[in-house]
């Protein structure tokens, strides 16, 4: 099966939030290469007299590393002749993107240097905040790596840095009198994808998850202290709260949800640079979603989420089909159809199950007797445990932790 070498690429920025472009022979599709921005600040902004006469200018076989006047990065590759046509465009744009965040003092340089309204600076500041940071170690070994992927060999293109020249009189610019426009643009899709990202971590969908994160976390959030570590801190303990909502609404018990939302907040707490913290959000996406695929009770009934429920809290306790129809207030016969027609699973079987995996961790963390973990995971009879035990893993207690033992 031959596979475009460029769809690996883009896959590849799409990944690291970055965004890219196809430019057709006409040039006429160069209005989304700048996110907007120009558009958004310039009265009668043309993308077309502005961007045309800069690719026109650039050769094929050649990556070039642009630099804008707003200190805003792109690639851009003239495409082999075969890509070109499988893409049915000559051009490719990747970016924006910036090697690091804009710090105070160049946002300040840059202003002054292209003389924009203080007005306007809210709506630079957001543009700003949502482009994303290039994460590669090694640029330029990842940029010959993709130029000889795209070209074949090495010796068939070359790179090139290029800075796009300040050709106009910033002066004489007329700024749009729209204020905070690009800023209202840029807010309500950080909140779109949130909402997008909050309903994947809701569904137990890791991989849409920690997709829409991907592109949550290109959208910066304006610093409201002086000190990274506890700015960062203070945003996960928002996003867990988020996350222990969304997945509140897919039926999943308060105590679970309780449980790992105190776990994490411990855990950034602890946390003392802001690399490790960096690291938590993926973290995050895959226990909650993790959750919802162990505890979301969203497809039973009431009576079966009450019931499992109870077994869940209360597995060291004896417990009975009859107990359980006594306690919700219906009979044997109907509990125990219900419960296999909605679980799959008999009631007891499942009783049993949850016995036994909280049995596993003990075995795996304690120093109990088989005896002391049957009585705590509500086995009245050793024996029984030992032969339920067995039924689900094949070998008996004491050897299930012998050869735990042998590997430690």
């Not at 642009?66 to 465009?89: G, N, R």
């Not at 700003?128 to 060999?153: C, M, Q, R, S, V």
């Not at 959750?291 to 060291?316: C, E, G, M």
């Not at 109907?334 to 909605?342: P, T």
């Amino acid at each position: 099966m031959n596979i475009d070498p460029l769809s690996f690429f883009i896959e590849m920025f799409h990944q690291q939030g970055i965004s890219h472009f196809f430019i057709d022979q006409d040039y006429t599709n160069l209005d989304k290469i700048d996110g907007g921005l120009r558009q958004h600040l310039f009265l009668d902004f043309d993308p077309k007299v502005y961007f045309d006469p800069i690719f026109k200018q650039y050769r094929p076989q050649t990556i070039y590393q642009i630099k804008d006047d707003f200190q805003i990065h792109y690639l851009c590759v003239y495409l082999p002749e075969s890509l070109a046509k499988t893409w049915d465009a000559p051009l490719l744009i990747v970016g924006p993107y910036r090697f690091s965040p804009v710090s105070r003092l160049t946002f300040f340089e840059i202003t002054q240097k292209l003389q924009i309204p203080e007005e306007h600076h809210l709506d630079l500041l957001e543009y700003y905040n949502h482009i994303p940071i290039i994460a590669f170690h090694n640029w330029e070994n990842f940029l010959l790596f993709f130029g000889k992927t795209i070209f074949g060999d090495e010796t068939k293109f070359q790179l090139e840095f290029v800075q796009i020249p300040l050709e106009k009189d910033f002066g004489q610019i007329h700024y749009s009198s729209n204020e905070s426009a690009l800023a209202m643009s840029i807010i309500t899709e950080r909140y779109e994808i949130e909402e997008q990202l909050m309903s994947a971590v809701q569904y137990g969908d890791t991989n849409k998850a920690l997709e829409l994160h991907g592109k949550f976390s290109n959208y910066k959030i304006a610093p409201r202290t002086s000190d990274p570590v506890r700015n960062e801190k203070n945003l996960l303990f928002v996003l867990n709260t988020l996350f222990r909502k969304a997945v509140q609404k897919n039926f999943v018990h308060p105590y679970h949800i309780d449980a790992l939302s105190r776990r994490i907040a411990i855990q950034i707490e602890e946390c003392t640079r802001v690399e490790e913290l960096y690291r938590l959000p993926k973290e995050m996406v895959h226990r909650y979603c993790n959750l919802v695929k162990n505890y979301s009770l969203r497809n039973y009934s009431s009576l079966i989420q009450k019931t499992v429920n109870h077994i869940d809290f209360y597995y060291a306790q004896p417990i009975s089909l009859k107990s359980l129809a006594e306690e919700f207030c219906v009979s044997p016969s109907y509990l125990s159809g219900l419960f296999r027609k909605e679980v799959g699973v008999t009631l007891t079987d499942y009783i049993h199950k949850i016995r036994i995996n909280r049995s596993l961790v003990l075995l795996n963390t304690s120093a109990l007797s088989i005896q002391e973990i049957a009585e705590q995971v509500g086995f009245l009879d050793v024996n029984y445990f030992a032969r339920t035990f067995k039924k689900y893993h094949g070998i008996s207690p004491k050897k299930y932790r012998d050869s735990i033992q042998q590997h430690k």
